[in-house]
């Protein structure tokens, strides 16, 4: 993130931030750090800022780097030479131990800076060969370096990666704050509530839809879908419908309507979520499925998202799909 970008910074993490530079500052700086929260809730945005600000020549005094210097550019370029970030080669798959073989040869390289840093993102996809090979960098850390880790789902990690990093936790923030932070980029075509509840309670997600006219337009296919599916007594208008959307973006959705209808079952009321396609849909959908329907095709869910990357036939996929909300008995 660069100087210009600090308005768009999420407020709720500007304390994190802080945290972080002054950790840096008092020379306690641990060799490695685990950064916790949600998906979606901005660990990255958290870790790049703070990487950013450390690659900065100019911003001493400051939590945010200036982004005009050396420094701030070629680290915003992916050049900076004591910076080194990891991600999976394919997104969604594993980080491999030939990418952690590079970490650790990039370690061991001199160094002209203050230090040398490695983000590793999402941490909890390294397979176990690759967390093996981190372990033993963690328990002898070259002088200087500092690992940095961010994940969604720390319990994946192995307990000793776990016990030899400082915890950071992102919390999720409060949903006013977050909606008063949307709410200068929401427009009469979508609302900062509406572009809330359709990412999933995901805050930068939410802000990206709301900048973004091709997932706008993907959202209101989605919507539909799922619209479509509460209002129909036959299965073949939904897969249709199904068959215009995007599945990656449509069934975390579809599972999210799901834990709606759940929740109404349980409450007696909707959820943000399911307040996006009112009450008078919502009810007789979850009575409808009941809670042992609602949690069978939730786990099904699991399965059409684990299927995604397979080379199935779309209207053979779509119709299975839809299928399952008329096959699964239906009572609570």
């Not at 798959?93 to 061991?108: G, P, T």
């Not at 033993?136 to 789902?153: D, I, R, S, V």
């Not at 359709?198 to 337009?217: I, N, S, V």
């Not at 009112?278 to 099904?300: E, H, I, K, S, V």
Request: proline residues 8%; neutral net charge.
């Amino acid at each position: 993130m660069n100087g210009g970008d600090q308005a768009a910074f999420p407020p709720w993490l500007q304390g994190r931030l802080g945290e972080l530079v002054r950790l840096v500052g008092s020379g306690q700086t641990p060799p490695g750090l685990l950064v916790t929260g949600p998906k979606g809730v901005g660990k990255g945005v958290l870790i790049r800022a703070f990487l950013q600000r450390m690659a900065c020549t100019e911003g001493a005094e400051g939590l945010f780097g200036c982004g005009r210097c050396n420094g701030c550019r070629s680290f915003l370029g992916g050049t900076h030479p004591e910076i080194l970030q990891v991600t999976p080669e394919v997104p969604g798959k594993e980080i491999l131990i030939d990418s952690i073989r590079a970490v650790i040869e990039f370690l061991s390289l001199s160094h002209g800076g203050p230090a040398r840093m490695v983000f590793i993102e999402p941490a909890e996809v390294m397979n176990l060969n690759a967390a093996n090979a981190l372990l033993k960098t963690l328990e002898e850390p070259p002088g200087g370096a500092m690992l940095l880790l961010a994940a969604a789902q720390p319990a994946r990690l192995p307990a000793t990666i776990r016990s030899r990093c400082r915890l950071l936790s992102v919390p999720v923030p409060e949903r006013a704050v977050v909606e008063s932070w949307l709410r200068p980029l929401e427009h009469d075509a979508l609302s900062a509530d509406e572009a809330l509840a359709a990412c999933l309670d995901r805050p930068l997600e939410a802000r990206a839809l709301l900048d973004d006219e091709a997932a706008q337009a993907a959202w209101r296919s989605d919507r539909a879908a799922l619209d479509t599916l509460l209002r129909s007594q036959s299965p073949f208008p939904v897969v249709q419908r199904f068959l215009e959307c995007e599945l990656a973006s449509l069934i975390p959705r579809l599972q999210r309507l799901l834990v709606s209808a759940h929740h109404y079952l349980v409450q007696g009321e909707a959820d943000a979520f399911g307040r996006l396609f009112g009450t008078d849909l919502l009810r007789p959908f979850a009575a409808r499925l009941g809670m042992r329907g609602t949690a069978l095709l939730y786990q099904d869910s699991l399965q059409w998202q684990r299927e995604l990357q397979a080379p199935l036939n779309p209207n053979l996929r779509c119709e299975d799909i839809v299928l399952r909300f008329w096959r699964h008995p239906m009572s609570s």
